[in-house]
């Protein structure tokens, strides 16, 4: 095999890894959206998690890393352990109202 195509795999073999981050990322980060305004004000380290996806583990960090001056959680979560340099690991974001309604 010639080094073209080792880097051609390499880089083929990472860019699946960053879709599989982000398939993972839409049914996780609408699974939050759907928690109480309450429950996610509690700490990163009692919301992330890691979870099977496509037979291969993958870990979100999920936290309120901000709460506007209406009361408003802007909330993160963070999606990560598979390798996917050069492609950035992707993250989910959404606003959260103590209404229970959620916003972009």
Known sequence: M?????ITGFLERRRRNAALMRRALAVVG???E?????????????????REFE????SFSAEAYETKANGDLAFCIDA?????FPYADPSYQFYKR???SVYY
């Open 55 to 58: 037979g291969v583990e993958i």
């Open 80 to 84: 990560g352990g598979v390798h996917a």
């Open 34 to 50: 759907q928690r109480s305004y309450e429950e996610l004000t509690k700490p990163a380290e009692v919301l992330s998690l890691r």
């Open 98 to 100: 103590k209404d229970g």
């Open 30 to 32: 609408a699974e939050f």
């Open 2 to 6: 010639g080094f073209l195509s080792q």
